[in-house]
């Protein structure tokens, strides 16, 4: 049997940090759609997250992209965030669009080209000290396409020198993350391509060096709580990306795919204390919107990430422990099922009443007319999408 109420402390400290760039235009490789309402510049982005944490009381972060947000004064974009009610949080670097980081970035053969990576990662860096910001994220796409293409012991070497360059830059109170990423852009080796190799980069420069795990990220049939419970067991854990995939990096609402995959998880961030008070655990979505309204799905991306946490805590671990160490195989799967197949959605509804929260956000916002509102009022100008 799961237990009867998931309303903990851990429960009460979940909050989800929103990407920017969730609010922009995606799509596929083969066309980017443009929707009414799309944001046209980062203040807009930043009060549709702000909507999302209104209607959920999950949201109160806002991540930027550099250069896809940059400002000439991030004192008053912060100050622009306070008043709509959420804070700007991690700072994304961006080394892939560049026509000089076709063969490279960080790992490039041409020392100018590492240099200028390295330089947008220290102007990122700067940004950070202007909002407050604690956490410089590191996605690379970086790596080969072909055997023979690049030397991998080389490109790892290059890529050890260019980290600990920025790293010596990383304020007391700041971290860098480094995310990995199995395949794609580059099809034959990618330069950061599994935990193992994120894990053994950011151990070389420090406690304040940390892994990002995507959850798209992995080849298929990857068992990913394993890495969460291993990465956090280590003190290496530093963030999520949150979406969900069928087959490749698709980049979906999370727990669309398998919600059951998103309730291990949880389980075991729950497990390894990553919701304990002074977990320095960031969870954030990075997910694209390319055929469903971008604030909804958000919306709906939180509340999945709520309702499988919750799920999480009904988890009779004492319980559970005394089956695995008896060896009952069945009496500890059921008691992992029993919690996943717990209907939580009422409780969490009474939660939200309890907090002046709708208790169906996703209807709230339908009936709240915001979306007519932004459609009418964002006329003109250049829809944010990506790149932008």
């Known amino acids: 049997m799961a237990k009867q109420d998931f309303r903990t402390a851990a429960f009460d400290n979940l909050a989800i940090e929103l990407p920017s760039w969730a609010f922009g235009n995606s799509g596929t490789r083969f066309k980017v759609f443009g929707t009414p309402g799309t944001p046209r510049t980062i203040e807009e982005k930043i009060a549709d997250a702000a909507t999302v944490h209104r209607f959920t009381g999950l949201a109160p972060v806002v991540a930027l992209h550099i250069p896809w947000d940059k400002v000439d004064d991030y004192a008053e974009l912060g100050a622009y965030a306070e008043e709509q009610g959420v804070r700007l949080g991690t700072v994304n ?32 860096i700067e940004i950070m000290d202007q909002t407050g910001s604690r956490d410089l994220k590191i996605w690379l796409a970086d790596g080969t396409n072909y055997p023979g293409q690049g030397d991998i012991r080389g490109r790892q070497d290059r890529l050890a020198e260019s980290l600990a360059t920025i790293y010596q830059h990383i304020g007391e109170n700041q971290r860098m993350v480094l995310e990995y990423k199995f395949f794609e852009p580059a099809m034959y080796m990618t330069d950061v391509p599994d935990w193992g190799t ?7 420069l420090g406690e304040r060096a940390k892994v990002c795990l995507d959850t798209g990220h992995h080849a298929p049939g990857t068992n990913i709580e394993f890495i969460v419970a291993q990465l956090l067991r280590l003190g290496k854990l530093g963030s999520f990306d949150f979406n969900s995939r069928f087959y490749a990096d698709d980049d979906l609402i999370v727990g669309a795919a398998d919600p059951f995959q998103l309730f291990r998880i949880m389980f075991e961030v729950i497990r390894g ?3 304990e008070p002074g977990s320095d655990l960031a969870l954030m979505l990075d997910q694209c919107h390319n055929v469903e309204a971008k604030i909804p799905g958000q919306i709906r991306s939180v509340l999945n990430v709520q309702e499988m946490t919750a799920r999480a805590l009904l988890v009779d671990t004492d319980a559970l422990t005394a089956a695995q160490e008896a060896g009952d195989v069945l009496g500890a799967n059921g008691l992992i099922m029993d919690a996943f197949y717990t209907d939580v959605r009422p409780a969490l509804a009474q939660w939200r009443a309890e907090r002046g929260l709708p208790e169906d956000p996703m209807r709230a916002f339908a009936d709240s007319g915001y979306q007519n509102t932004i459609n009418a009022d964002r006329v003109g100008g250049t829809q944010s999408s990506w790149g932008a």
Do not use: I, P, W
């Open 273 to 275: 204390g990553g919701l």
């Open 93 to 124: 670097s961006n080394t892939f669009q560049d026509d000089e980081y076709k063969f490279g970035s960080l790992t490039h053969t041409d020392k100018s080209v590492r240099q200028k990576a390295v330089d947008h990662h220290l102007a990122c």
């Open 198 to 204: 994120s894990y053994a980069q950011v151990s070389a």
